[in-house]
T-cell receptor, first 114, second 113 residues
Framework: EAGVAQSPRYKIIEKRQSVAFWCNPI?????LYWYQQILGQGPKLLIQ????????DSQLPKDRFSAERLKGVDSTLKIQPAKLEDSAVYLC????????????FGAGTRLSVL | DAKTTQPNSMESNEEEPVHLPCNHS???????IHWYRQLPSQGPEYVIH???SNVNNRMASLAIAEDRKSSTLILHRATLRDAAVYYC??????????????FGKGTKLTVNP
């Protein structure tokens, strides 16, 4: 079974530029998550989708971050404009969508903002 | 969101058992206890979860205190591949029945050969 695919693996941009990350979840998984992990900390949930709809985006900085999940499958996370403090690993995860179900994580995209 | 407390780091020797503690004194009756681990340069990986009873799977065992205010992840025989950051997480139910995991800083486990 293929895992959660993320691209790119690494991205370096300058502050005030825009960047987008892509995630392809495990086939059949209804729930998709985007996390931000700053060095030395645990992952922080940014947004959670159930199929096409947003379940929780309380921690998403909506003035600069946006996310969409088209047709309930792939998802993109965008940052515009990027700040230095956005340097982090952005992790995508998916689960079947049933309560207490396992979340499967991708390898993440490491973003460096210079 | 409910919080957990874990030691920042622990060390173990290869092929010995490891007991990773977690305190969650503010746990509510519907919170599940989850453990994930994160190997270097990888995303987190599910280990085990439970509600009230002790749980076993091929990776580890989870011992939950009777009052549910603490739990212990047990790796029966540590290997070098078990070196990782281990996260103890209480899940929060969201509207519609899905769950939210709130990660802390976790425990960095070092396994010595």
């Amino acid at each position: 079974e293929a895992g959660v695919a993320q691209s790119p693996r690494y991205k370096i941009i300058e502050k005030r530029q825009s960047v987008a990350f892509w995630c392809n979840p495990i086939s059949g998984h209804a729930t998709l998550y985007w996390y931000q992990q700053i060095l030395g900390q645990g992952p922080k949930l940014l947004i959670q989708f159930q199929n096409n709809g947003v379940v929780d985006d309380s921690q998403l900085p909506k003035d600069r971050f946006s996310a969409e999940r088209l047709k309930g499958v792939d998802s993109t996370l965008k940052i515009q404009p990027a700040k230095l403090e956005d340097s982090a690993v952005y992790l995508c995860a998916s689960s079947l969508g049933i309560a207490k179900n396992i979340q499967y994580f991708g390898a993440g995209t490491r973003l460096s903002v210079l | 969101d409910a919080k957990t407390t874990q030691p920042n780091s622990m060390e173990s020797n290869e092929e010995e058992p490891v007991h990773l503690p977690c305190n969650h004194s503010t746990i509510s009756g519907t919170d599940y206890i989850h453990w994930y681990r994160q190997l270097p340069s990888q995303g987190p990986e599910y280990v085990i979860h439970g509600l009230t009873s002790n749980v076993n799977n091929r990776m580890a065992s989870l011992a939950i205190a009777e009052d549910r205010k603490s739990s212990t992840l047990i790796l029966h025989r540590a290997t070098l591949r078990d070196a990782a950051v281990y996260y103890c997480i209480l899940s929060t139910l969201l509207q519609g029945g899905s769950e939210k995991l709130v990660f802390g800083k976790g425990t960095k486990l070092t396994v010595n050969p």
